[in-house]
Nanobody
Framework: QLLLVESGGGLVQPGGSLRLSCAAS????????IGWFRQAPGKEREAGSC????????NYADSVKGRFTMSRDNGKNTFYLQMNSLQPEDTAVYYC???????????????????WGQGTQVTVSS
């Protein structure tokens, strides 16, 4: 059973940066596709990004493309979301996720992922 734990959330001013981490335990991430989602107050959870198990496929939602960068470190069984140029509309609870299938679909959906972290709050405000 894969367990995912996010960290790195917090309060940041508009234009600032944060790096979220997602540490996995219980299994190796090597064969999993991984992703980040977010859920703003009163809204549905939306996809942000994903990377395939090989790292050869990476996809980003239009809302974060060019500002957010996802990476993985299989040696540390951890993956990351570097968020730059943050804006108030990026305020949300951010969730990491892992998919047994290992892929990263062009259209990222919750249904593709099997394991979820508990979420970490990111607040962008002056």
């Amino acid at each position: 059973q894969l367990l995912l734990v996010e960290s790195g959330g917090g309060l940041v001013q508009p234009g600032g940066s944060l790096r979220l981490s997602c540490a996995a335990s219980g299994d190796t991430l090597d064969y999993y596709g991984i992703g980040w989602f977010r859920q703003a107050p009163g809204k549905e959870r939306e996809a942000g990004s994903c990377i395939s198990s090989s790292g050869g496929s990476r996809n980003y939602a239009d809302s974060v493309k060019g500002r957010f960068t996802m990476s993985r470190d299989n040696g540390k069984n951890t993956f990351y979301l570097q968020m730059n140029s943050l804006q108030p509309e990026d305020t949300a609870v951010y969730y990491c996720a892992a998919a047994r299938l290992g892929g990263c679909p062009r259209r990222i959906t919750m249904q593709h992922f099997d394991y979820w972290g508990q979420g970490t709050q990111v607040t962008v405000s002056s």
